[in-house]
């Protein structure tokens, strides 16, 4: 009879489990616009972004993001993360199951004192421990360590776009500071030119002075603008090193290859709208995943509030030799059935719950924050797209026409007709036009790179359904 009421009473607790404590709500709302309010981009056809980078034709490049994606501290880092997260998810599955320990042991001695008799006893046994989840603390934080777990993959994911783009943007910054280093050095050679043949011209005693002065002048301001600009290019040689963690004198070896600026980019699925954004931004899943996490470490503070149940129980064997003679023993026991009803802990409880209401908030704000910025990411790598579609024609007949311009200019001066002021402001004005062309198209591919960022880097959800083929 008092078996049964034992299991009756076990059976209605284990009955109470489903009436959990309430929880705030585990997905977040937040507000995205209807619509995209930039320009989508040009000549965009539909590719897979996870294979993004091999459409600039640029084996170097494709290997320099997967050597810094291999050497980031950031990716480490992210995926020790995974692992740390993952441990938390078992244990958290764990804590919902019985704990059972084994036992064993050996003594001998005297059984009584004053009787010469000794004993030995041996036992080994089974011991169970459970804590029942009356009010679904232990549910809740295994949903928790779920939400991190997930987090903490798109982050991964998120750290590698990341990279892949920080290697690019390098790379790129390389290619554009060689061009610049050919426009200066152009750009010196005709300096020096002009003020060899103004010297000529000064020691037969057709020129000033004070103009070769002047000319020599213009050829030293250009050799240093030179030197300058390949302090640069070597200073980003030594910058994708650190990035990438490869050789310099090999990297170089390979950057001797000339480059080509590809002149057409495939865009994924670039969403209609920028509520579908969201399906494709790691960190804004991350994000959501944190939220889930903080609700559900809301209910497992609000359990804590209340009592607690846990069952134990023990199976035991053994035998005992004394006098010559040997017994066995077997015992078994179920229970203790703990009813633990907390009373008085100067409101550590409610402060506890307090303080995960308050991550429980700061997650949904740092959620709805997340949401905003990636659609900024976005409608800027637009905006900049476009204006830089429409200035490079304009850039174009600019740099044509300043060189006309200097090349007339400079065709005047050499035949005595042109003073060598006119001809420096023209030189200015085609070197300004020629390094703004270079700035620009340097633009247009980073506009392109963060707009691959800014779509998630062809991440999906791991609950997305799967696309519809393309036509």
Not at 154 to 161: L, P, S, Y
Not at 440 to 451: K, N, Y
Request: aromatic share 6%; net charge neutral.
């Amino acid at each position: 009879m008092k078996l049964s009421r034992t299991l009756a009473a076990a059976a209605g607790l284990l009955w109470l489990a489903g009436c959990a404590v309430p929880r705030p709500p585990a997905a977040a709302s937040t507000e995205a616009p209807p619509r995209w309010h930039a320009p989508l981009p040009h000549a965009g056809t539909l590719a897979d972004l996870r294979q993004w980078w091999q459409q600039f034709n640029d084996p170097l490049l494709v290997d320099l993001v997967e050597a810094a994606q291999t050497v980031n501290p950031n990716v480490a880092t992210a995926g020790a993360r995974i692992a740390e997260a993952r441990a938390a998810r078992v244990a958290a599955r764990a804590a919902l199951l019985p704990a059972l320990d084994g036992n064993a042991s050996v003594s001998r001695g005297n059984a009584q004192q004053g009787v010469p008799t000794v004993a030995t006893i041996a036992q080994t046994g089974l011991q169970l421990a459970w804590e029942l989840d009356v009010f679904g603390g232990r549910t809740a934080q295994a949903d928790a360590a779920r939400a991190r777990l997930a987090g903490s993959e798109a982050g991964w994911h998120e750290a590698r776009v990341a990279v892949a783009a920080e290697t690019a943007l390098s790379y790129l910054d390389l290619r554009t500071c060689e061009r610049q280093l050919a426009v200066t050095r152009n750009d010196a050679r005709s300096r020096a030119e002009t003020a060899r043949l103004t010297q000529l011209s000064a020691d037969a005693g057709f020129t000033a002075p004070a103009v070769a002065a002047q000319a020599r002048a213009s050829a030293a301001e250009g050799s240093a603008r030179s030197t300058q600009q390949q302090a640069q290019c070597d200073l980003t040689v030594k910058a994708l090193v650190a990035l990438t963690g490869l050789a310099e004198p090999a990297l170089r070896q390979r950057l001797a290859a000339p480059w080509a600026e590809p002149t057409g980019f495939a865009l994924l699925a670039m969403p209609a709208v920028p509520a579908r954004l969201l399906a494709q931004r790691p960190d804004v899943f991350a994000a959501e995943r944190a939220v889930e996490a903080a609700s559900a470490e809301v209910g497992v503070a609000r359990a804590d509030r209340f009592p607690r149940v846990s069952l134990g129980g023990q199976i035991s064997t053994g035998w005992i030799r004394a006098g010559g003679q040997t017994n066995d023993a077997q015992t078994w026991t179920i229970g203790p059935l703990a009813l633990t009803v907390p009373v008085f802990d100067a409101g550590r409880r409610a402060a506890a719950e307090d303080a995960a209401q308050a991550r429980y908030e700061e997650a949904v704000a740092l959620y709805a924050a997340r949401v905003r910025q990636a659609v900024r990411e976005v409608e800027e790598a637009l905006v900049n797209l476009e204006s830089a579609r429409e200035r490079s024609e304009d850039a174009r007949i600019a740099v044509e026409g300043y060189r006309a311009s200097f090349a007339a200019n400079e065709a005047l001066y050499r035949s005595g007709l042109g003073s060598l002021i006119e001809l420096e402001d023209q030189r200015r004005v085609a070197l300004a036009a020629e390094t703004a062309l270079v700035s620009l198209q340097r633009e247009r591919v980073a506009a392109w790179i963060a707009l691959y960022r800014a779509l998630g880097g062809g991440w999906e959800r791991p609950d997305a359904a799967p696309a519809a083929p393309q036509p």
